[in-house]
């Protein structure tokens, strides 16, 4: 078994519009990698190719040039699915039938049935905190609860992978925190995540890494902490400090009580991070 969950190498896709001799670059050169049990978060404005990319992660869309493996399987195999479950940004669900019932159905597609259908549907129903709401229609369902039911579907298998497209499109603050914690209990299981998100705050809180991707460039890329951290600067933080040792700090520290408590770089948003590596021009 491969070592990397998702392997993306020199991938390109080239859209040709109708009726125009001119094509659109959605996604160019890119490479990434994504380690099992991680959750990596794909950043980008409107347009940039996040959604594409997952799209041929998935093997939805074909590339123009390069490749993408999930766990060292080529993308386009059907077979490189089996691990893998999809939340859509705008998932389509019948909704006159239940939670329950939805559940049933996508269980039935993997493969599930009889008692192991049931306890799995049980299971997942308890995991996404919609056991009230199993007998409701979804058409009745809020915002928040269709994509926990979604998410649900997207578990039946037992995935290794889970990719995400936009999981907290339209959802209130209250779902967001829903399906974030849901996120992060996903991590703990050892499932990987790999999901695009515009909710930078909770992209902060629950990704190991993130790609920050502008005009189908990838414009920056790492752990969110060394990504956050601001070059050149450090910062102090003291205990029981007093003004003369903060004017003479680095020559007395060590001629005074002032204890070091932690000494680190000093960080800022992935909010300010990403509006300064997507505002700059796009690539040639």
Known sequence: MSDVAVAVNDLTKVFPIPFRRSKVVAVRGLNLEVAPGQVYGLLGPNGSGKSTTLKIILGLVSPSAGTTRIFGRDSREVGSR??????????YFYKYLTGEETLFFYGKLCGLRGAALRARTRELLT????????????????????????????LVQEPKLVVLDEPTA???????????????DLKRRGITVLLSSHLLAHVQEICDRVGILAHGVLVREGRVDELLAIENQTELVLENVNPEVLAQI?????????????ERQPQTTLES????????PPSP
Request: aromatic residues 4%.
């Open 82 to 91: 089996e691990g893998v479950g999809f939340l859509p940004e705008n998932p």
């Open 273 to 280: 991070l990403f509006l300064a590596a997507t505002n700059g």
């Open 250 to 262: 680095r020559r007395l520290l060590e001629n005074t009580a002032t204890r070091l408590v932690e």
């Open 170 to 184: 339209g959802v209130d603050p209250e779902g967001s925190r829903e399906i974030r914690d849901l996120i992060l």
């Open 127 to 154: 995991l996404v905190r919609l056991e009230a709401a199993k007998d409701r229609p979804l058409g009745g369902y809020s915002k928040g609860m269709l994509q926990r039911i979604g998410l649900a579907q997207a």
